[in-house]
Each structure stands twice: as structure tokens, then as C-alpha cells.
T-cell receptor
């Protein structure tokens, strides 16, 4: 079973920031938080990951609470192309460990 | 560069037929994963290869499912005597396999299998 809890759906206005929450209260000390997204009819796409510190890349920012029991993925200026299902995954290492997906959050960006 | 490719993209099979799904990972990637995604659900792990070695097949739902990667590059997922419950999207992912936290999985577009 997935070790994360996410809201099933969210809406966001185009151009605004999208903030996607994730609860992972049972995360262990050396597990990372990974975010993937899946656009309709495509395979999942890696977005970002973090351990303790907040992270930012060209796609998004990841904010992890100090107790590491929850995190938020931030898309700073959502576009229609960001409409997708977003998965929050807790894993030791993504590269040689099977990912355990939940149902994710379906983000709809509205014009 | 080229990403992970899968073929065919769509496959329709009659119940009882055997099917073979192909995955071409990113060149040089050591790790290869197969996942199954039912409609409206997240992907579920089937099996994992490191080079040609199948290190984990705990997710294969039955002995009708078989995967191989004989030369450590291309992989084939075979389903024998297909059943309607096998209808799903089958996703392949590869990663460099270095084992570090930045070693992420790259997914192909998937093969949509429909069993009639």
C-alpha cells in the first residue's frame, strides 16, 4: 500500500500557483519524498525529490515540513499543460527500488 | 536523446491468446521496471531487472506473466492465455541504476492491452 495520502482532485486557475499537499506520517529517516506526474495517455514523469531540505528545480518547488510528515509540491505559475495526475511517493532510492504509487491528485488547470 | 520506447502502443487480444510487449530502455540504463496500471489507478509494480538479472518478480500476478531481459537491454513482458482482467496499461521504466537518490526512473508511454 502507498505510504502517502493525497487529495483526489484540485483545481487551479491558469497563471496562479498550484499547491499540492501530501501526508506521509510514517516516513522513515532515510526515505525520500518523490513527486511524479502523469499527463493523460503518457507515462509518469519525474518532477522533483527531497529528503529534509526544501528543493527547487525548473519545474517545481518542494516544501517538506520539519518533522517530515508532510510536504507540498508547488507549481509557481500553472499552465494548461500542467493538467495531470500528480503522485507523491516515499522511497529509499528511486533508481533501484520499485515505486509504490497511490491514486494521486488530479490537478485541473482552468483557463 | 531517445527516451524509453514501448511497442506496440495498443494491443487487442482475444481471451486465451498469448501476447508479448516490448520495452526499449534508455541506452546504458542498468535498471528496468515493469508496472501495470488499471483504469483510474496508479501504476503497480510487476518486476525489476538489474542488467539481465531479474531481481524481483514479486508483483507478477500469476504464472501466466513472464518477463525477460536476456542481454541486459531490451525487455519483453509476455502474458500467456490472456484473461479480461489483464486489460490494463503496461508501463516500462528504466534508470541508470547507480543507487543514489538522484537515480530516478524514466517511464515509457506504455502499452494499452485490451482483452476481449
Amino acid at each position: 500500500d502507498a505510504k502517502t495520502t493525497q487529495p483526489p482532485s484540485m483545481d487551479c486557475a491558469e497563471g496562479r500557483a498550484a499547491n499540492l499537499p501530501c501526508n506521509h506520517s510514517t516516513i522513515s529517516g532515510n526515505e525520500y519524498v518523490y513527486w511524479y506526474r502523469q499527463i493523460h495517455s503518457q507515462g509518469p514523469q519525474y518532477i522533483i525529490h527531497g529528503l529534509k531540505n526544501n528543493e527547487t528545480n525548473e519545474m517545481a518547488s518542494l516544501i517538506i515540513t520539519e518533522d517530515r510528515k508532510s510536504s507540498t509540491l508547488i507549481l509557481p505559475h500553472a499552465t494548461l499543460r500542467d493538467t495531470a495526475v500528480y503522485y507523491c511517493i516515499v522511497s529509499y532510492y528511486s533508481g533501484n527500488t520499485p515505486l509504490v504509487f497511490g491514486k494521486g491528485t488530479r490537478l485541473s488547470v482552468i483557463a | 536523446g531517445a527516451g524509453v520506447s514501448q511497442s506496440p502502443r495498443y494491443k487487442v487480444a482475444k481471451r486465451g491468446q498469448d501476447v508479448a510487449l516490448r520495452c526499449d530502455p534508455i541506452s546504458g540504463h542498468v535498471s528496468l521496471f515493469w508496472y501495470q496500471q488499471a483504469l483510474g489507478q496508479g501504476p503497480e509494480f510487476l518486476t525489476y531487472f538489474q542488467n539481465e538479472a531479474q531481481l524481483d518478480k514479486s508483483g507478477l500476478p500469476s504464472d501466466r506473466f513472464f518477463a525477460e531481459r536476456p542481454e541486459g537491454s531490451v525487455s519483453t513482458l509476455k502474458i500467456q492465455r490472456t484473461q479480461q482482467e489483464d486489460s490494463a496499461v503496461y508501463l516500462c521504466a528504466s534508470s541508470p541504476g547507480s543507487g543514489g537518490a538522484t537515480d530516478t526512473q524514466y517511464f515509457g508511454p506504455g502499452t494499452r492491452l485490451t482483452v476481449l
